[in-house]
Structure formats: C-alpha cells, structure tokens
C-alpha cells in the first residue's frame, strides 16, 4: 500500500531509487515519482502509471549530481491515480512522501487554505506537506517542525521528507506503516520494505513508532520526542538480492508457487521435537497451551481463509472452540470471549492495517494474543504477546501462495502442539499429524507442481468464462474460498464459493450449460455427500472439474473431469488441492494475458483500513 524509498550518500541516487521503486511496485502501482536534490534545488518528476514512465521522463530531463532524494509507488486512496495526485508532494519548502492516511486532513488543508496555501492535489499527503512547512517556517528547525506536524495528525504515516534548504539530508518519521533504515557502503537508505534494499545492503533497522530518523552522507541518528539521540544498532538480513528476484520463471507467482514444498518444510520443521509438536523455540511452553480455553482467529483474505481451516484444526485436533472474524469487522463486533480465550492473527505482510487494529483491540480488552507472521520484524509480529513466524521467505506476487500455505502449515502445528500439550491428541496420532505436515504435505505440492501441463489443459475450460463456481464441505469448503478468490484477483473472472450442499438452495439457477464448478472433495468422510452435490450440478449441464483423492478417482466418478490427488493422508491431500486451485488460477490468469504479479486496483500489503 504505496512503496517508499530514500537515499543519502556519495554515489548517484538516481538508479537507486528506481530500482527501489521498481521492488517496491508490488505496494501499489498506479503511478510513481521521485524528487531529488540537484544543485538547482530539489526537482520532482512524477507521473501515473508504472515505473517505465518515470524512467522515459527521467532520461528525458537527464538529471546529474543528485545524491541524495525520495522516491514513491502509490495506491491511490484519497484521488484517483493521476499526476497531479502522485508523490512527492511539494509546499514551500518541504518534500515528501507519504505511506497511510492522515484522517484529519480536511482540517488540516482548510487551516491551511486560510492562511494562504493553495493545494494542487486532492491527496490527504499534500495537507500533511503544508503542516511541516508552516511548522518549520515558525521554528527553523526540521526535526521540531515534523514532530510538531506530526503530533496534530491523525491517521497513519511513513513519510520520507526533504527540505529545500537542506540539501543531502533526509528525514524520516512513522506510525502505523512500515519503514525501516539501512546502511550501504556508499550512504544510508530508508524504504518501506527491506526486498527494495537488497541490491544494495543488507544491514538496516526498523524505524520504532515515536523515532525520527536524520540521514546524511555522514551518518544516520534517531531521535526520541523527549530529545533522546541514538546511533541505530545495525541488523544483518540473511535475505539475498535473489530473494526478491524471479530466478527464470515468468512471474514471482509462479516462482513462489514452486518454493512451496520447501517454505512448508521450513516452517514445520522448526517446531518438531523427537517427532512431536514443540513451540518451546518460539517461547511458547505446553503450560501456555494448558491455559487456552478458546481460540478467535482473526485475520484478512487468504490469512482470513487458512484461518478457517484453522476453526476445523483446533476444534477436531485440539478438542478446543474456535471461531474465525474478517478482521475489519472484528473491533466493531467483537465476540464474547471466556475467560482464557487467545486471539490468534494472521498476516503474511505482518502489516495490514486491518489486522493491526483487530489486534491491538484485542490486546487493550486485556485478552492474550498469540500471531502467526510471515514478514520478520514488522508490526504486528512485535506488538503481538506472541509471535510464531512462517518461513516463506519475501512474498512480492501481490496474490499470495506460499503464505498462504505457511500459515496453513503452522495452523497444524499449532493444532497438534495444543491437542499433544492438553492430552486430547496421543502421542501416536500426534505423531502422525506432524509427519503428514512436515512430509506428506510438501510431497504432495510438489508432485501437483510438476503436473503443471494437465492443469494448464483444465484453465483452458475456465479461461472462456465470465463465471466459475468452487464447492466444498467442512475444509473443502474453506479452501474453495481460497480458490475462488485466486481465480478472482487474477484473472479477473467472477467466482464463487458455495458449501456444496448449499449452493441448491438457489445459486444452482445460475448453472447452465458449461458453467464450470470445480468442487474440492478431500475429505473421505465427506466424499460421497459432495459426489451427489456434484451430480446435482453436472445434470444441469455444469462442467464439472473435481479434486479428490486418487483412489477416489478410480471409481465411478460422475464429473466431466477429475484431478486425482495425492493421498497419503488427509493433510496432504488439502495442500495437494491448494497447490491445484492456486495453479489452475495462474495458468487461466496466464491464457487470459493478465498481469499476474500485479493484478489491476490492487497491492501487496494493506495498510489503510
Ligand atoms: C490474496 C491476498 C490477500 C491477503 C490479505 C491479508 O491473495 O494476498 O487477500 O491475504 O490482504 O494480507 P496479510 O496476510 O499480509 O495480512
């Protein structure tokens, strides 16, 4: 949700921005700009659209000398996606960029329209502009003006400032987005996201929520409100450029599709201990588990999704109540809780807003929160009481993958670590549960991924159509949500989930002839009451493609077509028809020509509510 980048120090800051920006995209795209200090004073050059613009505009003004400057991706909030809304914004002399929404900035522009500013734009960042000017007119002093400025706005914030007779330094400030500090060998960094800062260094710092960052070719300092000045500690990220690279495949969701297999085994395997469950590396003791009476999960899309897989795991393996909430609902109907219920969040990017919120609702009602990230470091994993990360690696396709099943896998541990630690799970079956999630589960992804050409054979049935619907029971149901919202954000096709036995109490009028329904049967227990679901919808004409187990598939199958899945175990299986679903949308967004990594009106980390 907007991507910011800076730099400060001796080489061209140029190409580092862009190539920042062009990492950062994946944030929002809808247009881009930069402003750098040139010997003539800051110049900005901005535009809608995508990076490409910006670059055929910057080789057109062939600027030299610029060392230091701010850069932005934008997902347009408040005005649509246009030049004059892209950033930086300029007001007198201060520059900047802006990540969140100022709430309160109608206000602040009528302020500062009455005392004479005269507004180019429609964006709540232009308001945010004229404030740490008027601020820094009255004291001269750039830090004083934006923690004046900054303490009279309402909202969320990473900004990324210059000041017109500062040249070669920059300021930093946030709350409630993301941004973090890096050292190079040749200057300092900021950006909203470490992936931007990889071709250049590895060391950086998260900014704490209170702190302001001063950057120059000499140095980095933070200041505290109170005055306090620090030297920030560097951290070394054991990322690699290639982390945020599509190592030869033809988009980041294909390639993160294939590291599935392995960011599952990663995120398990940490949390094995002699064949059991055991969270103790993430500080988390059986006696923690013991204490929990119920579990909220809460979270947003996909997170959302694995966390309805999530009420089936901690009712059926753990033996304890569970519920799911949209996390933008959550703080405004909040559920009962009983005592010893843990509010368990979801978030991949570690940042969306919505969480976030949910979240800190949660905790200020005094009920114990436990998250499950995947992006280290980021807000959410610091301000939950616990937090067990998932080992996806950086996720840049904006629909998410391996995430979504990282979280999945993790949701099992917990599940087993919970119904092991509590005694309602044996040893055995305990046992059983962590192997069909550890080895099962990754081997079964990994054999869906090499049948790459048989699905690219069934998007062909999808690609024609304006309409497809998903039907599953139980968990079948909870990952034909997932599927559908796949097909959805990528390919542009309207789908639908429906709990199979639910979609005859009226949606099935709209089957007709050829409608395609793919229906997720890897629940045995389930089978033969979605097989008659599925021959309610082929009788009408549908097209039906199933996915159930290959033994299944042996039988007498009523579906026009069938994707026989792996069938080690239970688990299995469900990874199995995830990877499927996820492939079947990339090869129907492919055959339609969609921009896959960036699908239209949408970004990667969702930090506006
Ligand atoms: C869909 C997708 C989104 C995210 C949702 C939550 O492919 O990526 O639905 O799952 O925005 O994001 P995180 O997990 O970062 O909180």
Same mark, same amino acid.
């Given at each position: ?13 140029? #190409? ?27 110049? /900005? ?32 909030? @408040? ?17 900047? +960029? @802006?990540?969140?929404?100022?709430? *309160? ?9 009455? *005392? ?27 830090? =004083? ?64 929520? &209170? ?17 306090? %000045?620090?030297? #920030? ?9 290639? !982390? ?13 599709? @294939? ?20 969270? $103790? ?17 809460? =979270? ?17 393996? =753990?033996?304890?109540?569970? /519920? ?8 405004? @109907? ?14 991949? !990017? ?13 905790? !200020? ?8 990230? *995947? ?14 990360? /998932? ?14 099943? /990282?979280?999945?896998? +993790? ?74 919202? %796949?097909? %959805?954000?990528? $390919? ?11 979609? %005859? ?8 002839? &050829?409608? #395609? +329904? ?20 082929? !009788? ?23 994707? #026989? ?35 239209? *009106?949408?970004?990667?980390? +969702?930090?506006?509510?």
């Amino acid at each position: 949700m907007c991507g910011i980048i800076g730099y400060t120090g001796s080489s061209n800051a140029l #190409p580092k921005i862009t190539k920042g920006l062009s990492v950062l995209e994946y944030r929002g795209y809808d247009s881009v700009g930069l402003a750098a200090t040139t010997e003539e004073g800051i110049v /900005t050059v901005k535009c809608r659209g995508r990076i490409g613009a910006l670059e055929e505009r910057l080789t057109a003004l062939s600027l030299e000398g610029c060392t230091s400057g701010i850069g932005h991706t934008r997902w347009a909030t @408040h005005g649509g996606p246009s030049d004059r809304n892209a950033h930086p914004h300029q007001v007198g002399r201060v520059t900047l +960029v @802006h990540n969140g929404i100022i709430e *309160n900035y109608k206000e602040i522009k009528a302020e500062m329209s009455a *005392n004479g500013v005269e507004f180019l734009s429609e964006t709540d960042t232009e308001a945010a502009a004229a404030l740490i000017d008027a601020c820094y007119a009255a004291s001269g002093d750039p830090v =004083a003006a934006i923690l004046q400025a900054t303490a009279r706005m309402k909202g969320s914030y990473a900004f990324g400032v210059l000041f017109e007779d500062r040249p070669g330094e920059v300021f930093a400030i946030r709350q409630g987005s993301p941004l973090l500090l890096a050292r190079g060998a040749d200057g300092f960094y900021l950006a909203s996201d470490l992936t931007a800062l990889l071709p250049f260094t590895t060391e950086y710092r998260c900014l704490e929520e &209170g702190e302001l960052a001063h950057l120059s070719p000499d140095g980095a300092v933070l200041l505290r409100a109170g005055g306090e %000045k620090i030297i #920030p500690a560097w951290i070394r990220s054991t990322m690699t450029p290639e !982390s945020a690279q599509k190592g030869g495949f033809a988009h980041f969701m294909c390639k993160e599709m @294939h590291e599935e297999p392995e960011a599952v085994r990663k995120s398990v395997s940490s949390r094995i201990r002699e064949g059991l469950p055991d969270f $103790s590396a993430d500080g988390i003791t059986v006696d923690f588990w013991r204490q929990i009476t119920g579990v909220q999960i809460v =979270a947003c899309g996909s997170a959302m999704h694995a966390g309805l897989v999530g009420i089936d795991l901690l009712e059926r393996v =753990a033996g304890i109540p569970a /519920t799911c909430h949209i996390a933008s609902e959550y703080r405004y @109907h909040p559920p009962l809780a009983a005592e010893g219920t843990l509010v368990l969040v979801i978030s991949q !990017s570690g940042e969306t807003a919505d969480t976030l919120a949910a979240l800190r609702y949660a905790k !200020s009602v005094g009920l114990p929160t436990l998250a499950i990230v *995947n992006a280290v470091e980021t807000t959410i994993a610091r301000e939950a009481d616990r937090c067990v990360y /998932t080992y996806a690696g950086p996720e840049i396709a904006v629909a998410t993958t391996k995430g979504y099943c /990282t979280q999945l896998s +993790v949701l099992y541990m917990l599940a087993a670590a919970i119904g092991h630690g509590c005694g309602r799970l044996s040893d055995t079956d305990a046992r059983a549960l962590v192997r069909a999630v550890s080895e099962d589960a990754p081997a079964a992804m990994a054999e869906i991924l090499s049948r790459r050409e048989e699905l690219c054979e069934l998007a062909r049935v999808l690609a024609p159509h304006d309409h497809v619907f998903y039907i599953g029971r139980g968990v079948d149901f909870a990952m034909s949500e997932e599927g559908a919202l %796949k097909l %959805k954000e990528i $390919s542009y096709i309207h789908a639908e989930a429906y709990a199979a036995g639910e979609l %005859k109490h009226g949606t099935i009028s709209l089957v007709e002839e &050829g409608t #395609p +329904v793919i229906a997720i049967a890897t629940e045995r227990a389930l089978y033969d009451k979605t097989e008659s679901n599925v021959r309610e919808v082929q !009788s009408r004409g549908a097209h039906v493609i199933l996915l159930c187990p290959a033994d299944m598939a042996r039988g007498e199958v009523s579906a026009t077509d069938v994707v #026989p899945l792996p069938h080690g175990s239970e688990a299995a299986t469900l990874f199995a028809a995830l990877a499927t679903v996820q492939l079947l949308a990339y090869e129907t967004a492919a055959l339609r020509g969609c921009d896959i990594d960036r699908p239209r *009106n949408l970004a990667k980390s +969702v930090t506006v509510e």
